[in-house]
């Protein structure tokens, strides 16, 4: 046990305040896109460096990832991954409202990205009193079949992270796909801070 | 829930407060410097506000921009697909991002290098932000970043990747593929015409006596007479026809679809047309003449480098009965 790891208290905090803001930005989700959005329970986890690189590349499929960072106040920042797989990615700009031939696939990736990520982290934001900005989303480069070679090929400057993992679904348009949270080591301290300001206010 | 800024203002009243509207001069003066394009719309799409960068990079009215709509004041932008994105920014209070790596532009400006490099408009990265204020609407903030540099030197990474790709399969001096490039192709062909029972024939050559042509006349000649072959056989092969440089005078050809009687027609016109050929070096005429070895696949062979073996040997014989000729593999088997 590391001061990196959150202790019972913490951990179930956090999976509250994230199973909140989940039921809030799936109501949004829906209302935008105007179809059911299920959000799977979160599965929250401290993970090592090494160990990402076996659980992205254990994804088999895994057609294309996105990443995005986010930062807000006190210190919280961290990185959202979003990646999809090939036979879950078609009717992404039917979903999205678009006509087929106003926007490519990279860019209806990148877009149902965007707004995953920013509207799920702006109510977290909201429940523990901060304010998210966020990088613009990127698509990580060459990722049919070698997205591990791709991470073995990052220096993480971090040991460990805390991973939380949310799986969105559209079945309406046979829409799947996985988000993971990244929080890195000196963020996961400024979360603690935070969530134990919470505990002691109940 | 935490004011921050209430402790801003908190700071700021410890010393000398700067009064709102000396704030306010800042802040019209920053946005009016900085490099970012920024304009500001109503819910309704139409424009609330703009910074000068705008003003100056557009060269439009400022009196006939305000209150106009977006898709009216810039007709250049792409009108369902934006009302889409900028109606996503009010109903989910999110920010949006619009990448030049996806969409070049998409406002028409011009840029500050229009001299040194070759892109008409400037390359952006658009940012769309929710914005709230005390008016019941909600705004949206548009800031357009000049990108152009990046994009510019990106498209020369990507030049220069992809000649690299190119030289890493070309051979410096005939300017066909090369050894390694060759022998991939190889393993490919063999291995879609194995996959669907097509034909394939491989042709290995050798330029006869190079070693005394290089010893009478000079390397520059050896050198002359390669790219000179080199050319003169790549014009007589079809496109499909994967055309390499085996060895320093040994050329080698994957015939995809071609059985044996068209790889022995080609290696005769090929042995005709080189035997022929006027080559001169330093005014003198110079007599190059070829040997080639043709091998079809067959149901018996193992392997590629079956069918290299199969060639060469050919070539061997080719050479043997006094080249400048063709010899076939299958009819080696059967003398």
């Keep these: 046990m590391s001061e990196f790891h959150l202790t019972e208290d913490q951990q179930d905090c956090l999976q509250e305040l994230i199973n909140i803001a989940m039921g809030q930005a799936s109501d949004q989700l829906a209302r935008y896109l105007d179809t059911f959005v299920y959000l799977k329970v979160p599965s929250i986890e401290s993970i090592d460096a090494k160990d990402l690189l076996q659980t ?21 920042r961290g990185e959202a991954l979003l990646s999809y797989q090939e036979e879950d990615s078609g009717r992404i700009g039917d979903l999205l409202g678009y006509e087929p031939d106003e926007l490519s696939q990279d860019e209806q990736l990148i877009d149902i990205s965007s707004i995953l990520t920013t509207t799920f982290l702006n109510v977290f934001a909201r429940q523990i009193d901060n304010q998210m900005s966020y990088n613009a989303p990127k698509l990580l480069p060459s990722v049919q079949n070698c997205l591990s070679e791709h991470l073995q090929e990052m220096t993480f400057n971090w040991d460990l992270a805390l991973k939380i993992n949310i799986n969105y679904q559209v079945t309406d348009y046979s829409f799947n796909c996985n988000m993971i949270l990244l929080i890195p080591e000196t963020a996961i301290i400024n979360i603690k801070k935070v969530l134990d300001r919470i505990l002691a206010e109940f | 829930m935490l004011d921050f800024n209430a402790l801003i203002s908190e700071k700021s009243t410890n010393k000398q407060a700067l009064s709102g509207t000396v704030l306010k001069q800042i802040n019209t003066q920053i946005s009016n410097q900085i490099n970012t394009g920024v304009l500001v719309l109503d819910a309704e799409f139409n424009i609330v506000l703009w910074n000068r960068f705008l003003q100056v990079h557009t060269d439009k009215d400022a009196a006939n921009i305000i ?27 999110t920010p949006s991002f619009c990448s030049w790596q996806q969409r070049h532009h998409l406002f028409e400006l011009p840029h500050t290098r229009q001299i040194t490099t070759d892109s008409e408009f400037m390359a952006q990265n658009c940012t ?31 030049k220069t990747l992809a000649e690299l790709a190119q030289m890493s399969r070309i051979d410096g001096l005939t300017q066909i593929y090369n050894r390694r490039h060759w022998q991939d192709s190889l393993v490919q062909e063999y291995a879609k015409s194995r996959r669907h029972t097509k034909n394939l024939s491989l042709m290995m050559l050798d330029l006869d006596h190079f070693k005394l042509l ?21 014009s007589l092969l079809r496109v499909e026809d994967i055309f390499g440089r085996y060895g320093g005078e040994e050329f080698a050809i994957i015939l995809p679809e071609t059985n044996l009687t068209g790889a022995m027609e080609l290696a005769q016109r090929i042995c005709h047309s080189i035997a022929t050929a006027p080559l001169k070096y330093n005014g003198q005429v110079i007599k190059v003449t070829v040997s080639l070895g043709v091998a079809p696949l067959s149901e018996q062979t193992s392997s590629y480098e079956e069918l290299i073996t199969h060639a060469d040997l050919a070539l061997y014989q080719a050479k043997a009965q006094g080249r400048n000729q063709v010899c076939s593999a299958t009819n080696m088997a059967t003398a």
Excluded at chain 1, 64 to 70: I, N, R
Excluded at chain 2, 67 to 93: H, T
Aim: with cysteine.
């Design chain 1, 56 to 76: 992205l590349s254990q994804q088999k499929n895994t057609m294309a990832v996105v990443s995005q960072g986010f930062f807000g106040y006190e210190g919280i």
């Design chain 2, 67 to 93: 209150g106009q709509s977006i898709f009216i004041a810039f007709p250049e932008l792409p009108e369902r697909w934006l009302s889409r994105k900028l109606s996503a920014v009010l109903q989910l209070n």
């Design chain 2, 128 to 158: 769309f932000l929710p914005i709230d204020t005390d008016c019941e609407h909600k705004h949206i903030c548009i800031l357009i970043e000049d990108v152009t540099d990046v994009c510019h030197y990106q498209g020369q990474l990507q």
């Design chain 2, 214 to 234: 290089n010893d009478n006349y000079g390397h520059q000649c050896g050198d002359m007479v390669l790219i000179e072959i080199s050319a003169l056989i790549s």
